[in-house]
C-alpha cells in the first residue's frame, strides 16, 4: 500500500513534473539516477522533502536514496547560489595555471571550492575535467564554457557577481 | 528499412549536395568560443552574397586542431581558417569566389594533419552528426547490414578476432576473445554496454567521437549485439557531456525512426534497443563493475572478479562491455574486412589510437595515429614541442591511472607492451605534455589528490591509503618529509597497488610510482636530513636518474 505523499509535494507543481517523468520510466528501480538528475534539474538541490518524495515514489528505502544522492559528486544536498563558477581541474588545466585561478577566485569571493558566498550570490565549484582540455584552462560559469582563463579573467567575471 | 531504401537515402543525400560545403566545426570547445554564431553568420553572408544554389553551411563534428578554433573549411581542398569571428564571414566567402581572404589559416598539409591515419575519425569533421542521412552518405550502417544478412553471428565474431583489435578503454583486452566469451555464456537475456564515461582527467576522444560521429556508435554496438545476441543496450555517458548525451539522444531517435533501431532491424529476425544512461560525477563508474551498479541506479561501488561481466553483468546477466573507440572501430573493420585493420599498427597492437594531445605544447586537439608510433613524432613533429621556447620534461598518459615518460624515451613507439614496461600504460588516451617548469612531485600530489577524492570507501587500502600517500606528499612538497617518509610512501604505493579491490586503487600509486622511477632526485632534493638513525635503503640509487631539467 502507498503512504500518504509527502506533506510539502500536494501545492508544488514541480513535483507533478517529477512525477511525470518517474512515470514515464515506469516507476522502474534502476532509473533513480535519473530521477534525481530531474529532480535537481527542477529544484536545484536535492532537499529531504524531494528525496523523500522520490524513494515514495520508486517504493525504494530512503536510505537507498540517500545513499546514492551522496555517492555522486553530481548532486547537491545544499542550495546553490545565484551564479555558479566551475572551475575545471583536468589535467591539462593544471599544468596551465588551473590552482591560481582557483585560489584567485577563493581569495576574492571569500570562498572555498565547493561552497557559496554568504549573500548566496556565487557558488565556486572544481570539475574533475569537463573535456576541454584544447582549450585549457576552462572555467564554466553559468553553464557557458569559457576558454584560456587566468586569474585576472576570471576575476573579471566573478566581480560582476560578488562584490568583496 | 531494405538495403535499396539505405540506398536511397544516400543518393538524395549526395544529389542534394550543394557544389560547395563550407564546414564549421561544432564540438564542444570551438561551440565555447562561438561556433554557433560564426556558423549563423556565414549562412547569412552565403545569402547575401547570393550564393544560396551553390554554397552550404554545414554544422560538423571535431576538426581536431582545438586549440585554433573555431574552425571553419571548405569542400573540396581549400585552406582551413582558425580564430574565425563573426566579423570574419563575410572575407570567407568573398574568398570562395577566387579571393585571398586575410586571415588566419592552418596549413592542412601539416604533419599534424597529414600525419595522421583516420579510422575512429574518419567522419569526424566531415558529416553532420545531427542528421541520420549525413552518416548513411558516408555508407553508414551499411556494415550492419552486410553482418546481418551475409554473416552468422560466429562469423562477425571471427572477423573481429582475426582482426587483432583490442580494448582502448586501457586494459587492452581482446575485444573478439570478450565478444566470444559473452556470446558463449549461457543466458536467454544479454547486455552490451558502452562505457562513455570518461573520466581521466586531461582525455576527450571520446566526448568528440561521440559529439562528431555519433552513429557509428550505435551501429558498432547494434553489431556487437547481433555477435553475442543481445537485445538491449545502455550507453553510460558523463554528465559533463551535456553536448555528447544530447547528440545521441537524438542519434538514438533518427536511428529508431528509421527502423535501424528497434524490432526486426532490416527486415531481420534481430531486434535491439539501446537506452541512454547519464552518470553523475563519480570516476570509479568507468570501472566496469561499478558502471554496472550505476547503470542499475545504484551507488557506483565495483565488486570483485570474478564473476566477469561476461558471465555475470547487469542484472545477473551476460553483459558486454566496451569503450566509446573500440566500438567506433566495428564497422569500419565490418566493411574493410580483419586484414584491412590488421595490416594497420605493429604485431601486437593492430589498428589506430586516438590521443587527446592537451598541455604545454603548440598544437592542442585530437590525433588518431596508427598503432607504433613513436611519442616524438607525436609530440614533436605533430604537436609542434612546447610553447614558448621551453623544452618538453615529461609526457603523462593514462590518467590517474598511467604514468609519466621522460623526454629521453620520446623515442618509445606508442603501443600496449611499450608504455607498459615504462611504467605507464596506454590508458583511454589521455596525452598531457609537461614542460620544464611542471615539478614533478607536484604532478603526482595532484593525480593522488584526484585518487583519493575519487575512491569510492568500499575497500580500506584504497580508501585509507590513498588519504595517507597523499599527506605523504604534501609533507615532502612542505619540506617537512625525511627520507623515512619517502620509504614509507614506497612502502604504501605497494602496499594499495596489490591489495586494493579493483582498478582505481590498485593503479592509484602508478603516478608516484612512475615519478620516482624517473625523477627521484626532484623527491630527494625536497627532503630534511634524517635525525634518527640511518636513512633506510632505497630500492633505486638517485646516481641513475638524469637531472630532468636537461633532458633533450
Redesign the interface.
Given at each position: 500500500m502507498h503512504q500518504s505523499t509527502p506533506a510539502s509535494a500536494a501545492s508544488d507543481k514541480r513535483f507533478k513534473i517529477l512525477e511525470a517523468h518517474i512515470k514515464k520510466f515506469q516507476y522502474?528501480?534502476?532509473?533513480?539516477?535519473?530521477m534525481?538528475?530531474k529532480a535537481q534539474e527542477l529544484f536545484g538541490y536535492l532537499e529531504d522533502d524531494v528525496l523523500r518524495y522520490v524513494a515514495w515514489q520508486l517504493k525504494l528505502p530512503e536510505s537507498?536514496v540517500y545513499?546514492?544522492a551522496t555517492?555522486?559528486?553530481?548532486?547537491t544536498l545544499k542550495p546553490q547560489g545565484a551564479h555558479t563558477c566551475v572551475v575545471c581541474?583536468?589535467?591539462?588545466c593544471?599544468?596551465?595555471g588551473a590552482n591560481k585561478i582557483l585560489a584567485a577566485v577563493e581569495e576574492h569571493a571569500h570562498v572555498k571550492a565547493g561552497g557559496t558566498t554568504a549573500d548566496n550570490q556565487l557558488s565556486l565549484l572544481t570539475?574533475?575535467?569537463?573535456?576541454?582540455?584544447?582549450?585549457?584552462p576552462?572555467v564554466v560559469y553559468d553553464n557557458?564554457?569559457?576558454?584560456r582563463q587566468t586569474p585576472e579573467s576570471a576575476l573579471e567575471q566573478i566581480r560582476k557577481w560578488v562584490t568583496p | 528499412m531494405t538495403l535499396l531504401e539505405l540506398q536511397q537515402i544516400k543518393e538524395s543525400e549526395l544529389a542534394a549536395r550543394k557544389k560547395i560545403v563550407l564546414r564549421c566545426c561544432m564540438a564542444?570547445?570551438c561551440?565555447?568560443?562561438d561556433a554557433k554564431g560564426v556558423k549563423k553568420r556565414l549562412e547569412k553572408a552565403v545569402e547575401e552574397a547570393g550564393l544560396q544554389d551553390e554554397v552550404e553551411v554545414v554544422g560538423v563534428g571535431c576538426m581536431k586542431l582545438?586549440?585554433v578554433?573555431p574552425l571553419v573549411q571548405a569542400d573540396p581542398d581549400s585552406p582551413l581558417y582558425t580564430n574565425v569571428t563573426a566579423e570574419n564571414a563575410p572575407a570567407i566567402i568573398a574568398a570562395l569566389k577566387g579571393g585571398k581572404a586575410k586571415l588566419e589559416q592552418a596549413d592542412p598539409q601539416s604533419p599534424f594533419f597529414t600525419q595522421q591515419k583516420s579510422i575512429v575519425l574518419a567522419n569526424s569533421g566531415r558529416i553532420d552528426p545531427e542528421r541520420i542521412e549525413s552518416y548513411i552518405a558516408v555508407d553508414g550502417y551499411a556494415a550492419l547490414l552486410h553482418a546481418l544478412t551475409e554473416h552468422t553471428p560466429k562469423d562477425v565474431i571471427e572477423v573481429i578476432v582475426n582482426s587483432g583489435l583490442r580494448g582502448r578503454g586501457g586494459a587492452g583486452f581482446p575485444t573478439g576473445l570478450k565478444w566470444g566469451t559473452v556470446a558463449k555464456s549461457p543466458g536467454a537475456k544479454k547486455y552490451i554496454v558502452c562505457n562513455a564515461d570518461?573520466?581521466?582527467?586531461?582525455?576527450?576522444m571520446d566526448?568528440s567521437v561521440l559529439e562528431s560521429d555519433p552513429h557509428c556508435i550505435l551501429e558498432g554496438m547494434a553489431i556487437a549485439a547481433y555477435a553475442v545476441g543481445a537485445d538491449q543496450g545502455f550507453i553510460y555517458a558523463?554528465?559533463?557531456?551535456p553536448l555528447a548525451i544530447s547528440r545521441l539522444q537524438n542519434a538514438i531517435k533518427q536511428a529508431k525512426r528509421l527502423g535501424i533501431l528497434g524490432s526486426g532491424i532490416f527486415d531481420s529476425p534481430f531486434n535491439f534497443n539501446i537506452d541512454l544512461?547519464?552518470?553523475?560525477?563519480?570516476?570509479v563508474c568507468g570501472e566496469e563493475t561499478a558502471l554496472m551498479a550505476?547503470?542499475?541506479?545504484?551507488?557506483?561501488t565495483p565488486h570483485p572478479r570474478p564473476p566477469f561481466p561476461a558471465e555475470k553483468g547487469l542484472w545477473d546477466c551476460p553483459t558486454l562491455i566496451n569503450n566509446v573507440e573500440t566500438l567506433a572501430n566495428i564497422a569500419p573493420i565490418v566493411r574493410h574486412g580483419a586484414a584491412w585493420f590488421s595490416n594497420i599498427g605493429t604485431e601486437k597492437s593492430k589498428g589506430t589510437k586516438v590521443f587527446?594531445l592537451?598541455?604545454?605544447i603548440q598544437n592542442?586537439?585530437?590525433i588518431e595515429v596508427p598503432m607504433g608510433t613513436p611519442l616524438r613524432t607525436i609530440v614533436e613533429t605533430m604537436g609542434g614541442g612546447a610553447p614558448d621556447g621551453r623544452t618538453i620534461k615529461a609526457v603523462?598518459t593514462g590518467?590517474p591511472s598511467g604514468g609519466c615518460i621522460p623526454a629521453q624515451y620520446l623515442d618509445t613507439p606508442v603501443d600496449y607492451e611499450s608504455l607498459t614496461t615504462l611504467g605507464s600504460i596506454m590508458g583511454s588516451g589521455?596525452m598531457?605534455v609537461?614542460d620544464d617548469s611542471?615539478h614533478m612531485v607536484d604532478?603526482a600530489r595532484?593525480?593522488m589528490e584526484?585518487c583519493m577524492d575519487?575512491s569510492?570507501g568500499k575497500c580500506i587500502p584504497c580508501r585509507a591509503g590513498t588519504v595517507q600517500m597523499h599527506h605523504l606528499l604534501e609533507k615532502i612538497l612542505a619540506r617537512k618529509a625525511t627520507p623515512r617518509d619517502l620509504a614509507k610512501l614506497e612502502e604504501l604505493c605497494d602496499m594499495v597497488k596489490n591489495t586494493s579491490l579493483c582498478g582505481l586503487g590498485q593503479t592509484a600509486p602508478n603516478p608516484v610510482v612512475s615519478t620516482l622511477r624517473f625523477f627521484r632526485n626532484e623527491y630527494e632534493e625536497l627532503l630534511l636530513p634524517e635525525t634518527n638513525g640511518p636513512p633506510p635503503a632505497t630500492h633505486n640509487g638517485s646516481s641513475k636518474t638524469p637531472a630532468a631539467t636537461t633532458a633533450i
Open positions: 522502474r528501480h534502476d532509473s533513480l539516477i535519473e534525481l538528475h537507498r545513499g546514492v555517492f555522486y559528486h553530481f548532486f581541474t583536468g589535467t591539462a593544471y599544468v596551465k570539475a574533475r575535467c569537463i573535456g576541454a582540455c584544447g582549450i585549457a576552462a557557458t564554457v569559457t576558454p | 564542444a570547445g561551440m565555447s568560443l582545438c586549440c578554433g570518461e573520466g581521466d582527467p586531461g582525455a576527450f566526448r558523463r554528465a559533463e557531456y544512461r547519464i552518470g553523475a560525477g563519480a570516476f550505476s547503470v542499475e541506479g545504484k551507488r557506483g587527446a592537451a598541455g604545454k592542442t586537439g585530437l603523462q590518467g589521455g598531457i609537461m611542471t604532478v595532484f593525480f584526484f575519487e569510492c
